[in-house]
């Protein structure tokens, strides 16, 4: 069984072999707000600067901008909570079925206070991917019907799952982090971040995405 990437700020390579994602860090304290407040919004899109990823050095945990990087760069985030289900569509540059693995990690936060990590999981052998959800507090897992899929053709990872996974909310704010594998550092895009991303600063939070009516 999996267990929970959430959303991390290092990528940690084991025995020389590249292991998925593992929580080093956690997420600073506070909001980092991306774009104006939206009343009843079902879905928000957030168009993302192309060349803003960075890389990570396993060893020294160092990053530092790749504006040539074109693989796994965030392009475009489309956020929709609808009446019954809710979806994260991710545009990227370029996917591709090459290297060590590559991935996409969401933090939700509701209204009520419910916090869920997603995780799609992408490894040598397994293009096609898995997916799976914790809670946010303490890891458990949570049990939720998600759907997922990974279009190396238009370069979109898309995941939905039913709104009750996230019991009733009335909103839901999001944070997404597409990334990849090296074979000596990772690569990271804060998909809701025009810019690169530094590891002092918190991964950007996207506005209230209200239930549609």
Avoid at 10 to 32: C, E, N, Q, S, W
Avoid at 117 to 131: I, M, R, T
């Amino acid at each position: 069984m999996r267990t929970p990437t959430r959303i991390s700020t290092v990528f940690i390579k084991r025995g020389g072999r590249l292991t998925r994602p593992l929580l080093v860090a956690a997420l600073a304290a506070g909001l980092v707000v991306a774009g104006s407040s939206a009343a009843q919004a079902q879905s928000i899109t957030d168009t993302d600067t192309a060349g803003d990823m960075v890389r990570i050095d396993y060893e020294t945990e160092e990053t530092r901008p790749t504006p040539n990087q074109v693989r796994n760069d965030v392009l475009r985030t489309n956020m929709t909570h609808g009446a019954r289900r809710i979806s994260i569509r991710v545009k990227y540059a370029e996917l591709q079925r090459v290297g060590y693995g590559l991935g996409q990690s969401v933090q939700m936060v509701t209204n009520e206070g419910v916090r869920r990590n997603l995780d799609v999981f992408v490894e040598q052998g397994d293009w096609a991917g898995s997916v799976g959800m914790w809670r946010g507090r303490d890891g458990g897992e949570v049990r939720c019907a998600i759907r997922h899929s990974i279009d190396y053709t238009n370069n979109v990872i898309a995941i939905s799952f039913p709104r009750q996974c996230v019991s009733s909310p009335r909103w839901v704010k999001f944070r997404v982090l597409g990334y990849r594998y090296g074979e000596s550092g990772g690569y990271l895009d804060d998909a809701l971040r025009d810019g690169p991303l530094s590891l002092s600063e918190n991964y950007a939070q996207s506005r209230r995405v209200y239930r549609a009516s």
